[in-house]
């Protein structure tokens, strides 16, 4: 069964410095999600993303922030200036309809 | 604006004992409900889902949850456990109307001991 991946799995970055995090979904998926989840934090949405535009973003999803889709497959995070409270394990979901989305295995940022 | 309540955030069981972990979700439009599995060191599984027709729904690990809407629950119960069942389970609620974000409750520790 196909399955949302993400890379890499494990980041450590200073603060300061830019970060992609990476995401493919499932081929057939057309709506595609970052999440992120600070330790010991609930699950936070942070931007959903339909036909190669942003749909819905919240208020943590500042001008630091950026998505991507580059290729058609690939599905990108990008952090410009990474601050330490971004350090969090950070979702991608994807989503063949809207209805039920299915999340990656996660990316676990740490910024020093 | 949606929120979900998971009113327990540890629930700490037996093997073969049954539980239920406790779920409560506000919103004002008509909403999609979930629950989420986080086995340790894993991402987020989707367990099972409700939306729309029969409020009670399973997974095929044997968990169920029903949709009760004038209690505003969604409740995760399973008959009888078993250590494999040990991980972080999250309620989430979505929009009904198009492809909505997600929004999760603070998540239940499930720990069974034998």
């Known amino acids: 069964e196909p399955e949302v991946t993400q890379t890499p799995s494990h980041q450590v970055t200073q603060m300061g410095q830019e970060v992609i995090l990476r995401c493919v979904p499932i081929s057939n998926h057309l709506y595609f999600y970052w999440y992120r989840q600070i330790l010991g934090q609930k699950v936070e949405f942070l931007v959903s993303f339909y036909n190669n535009e942003i749909s819905e973003k919240s208020e943590i999803f500042d001008d630091q922030f950026s998505v991507e889709r580059p290729d058609g497959s690939n599905f990108t995070l990008k952090i410009r200036s990474t601050k330490l409270e971004d350090s969090a394990m950070y979702f991608c979901?994807?989503?063949?309809?809207?209805?039920?989305?299915?999340f990656g295995p996660g990316t676990r940022l740490l910024v020093l | 604006a949606q929120s979900v309540t998971q009113l327990d955030s540890q629930v700490p069981v037996f093997e073969e004992a049954p539980v239920e972990l406790r779920c409560n979700y506000s919103?004002?439009?008509?909403?999609?409900l979930f629950w989420y599995v986080q086995y340790p060191n894993q991402g987020l599984q989707l367990l099972l889902k409700?939306?729309?027709?029969?409020?009670l729904v399973e997974s095929i690990n044997g968990f169920e949850a029903e949709f009760n809407k004038s209690q505003t629950s969604f409740h995760l119960r399973k008959p009888s456990v078993h250590i494999s069942d040990t991980a972080e389970y999250f309620c989430?609620?979505?929009?009904?109307?198009?492809?909505?974000?997600?929004?999760f409750g603070q998540g239940t520790r499930l720990t069974i001991n034998p």
């Open positions: 409700y939306l729309s027709g029969s409020t």
């Open positions: 989430a609620v979505s929009d009904s109307q198009g492809a909505q974000k997600l929004v």
């Open positions: 919103s004002s439009v008509s909403v999609y």
């Open positions: 979901a994807g989503s063949p309809s809207g209805e039920t989305q299915y």
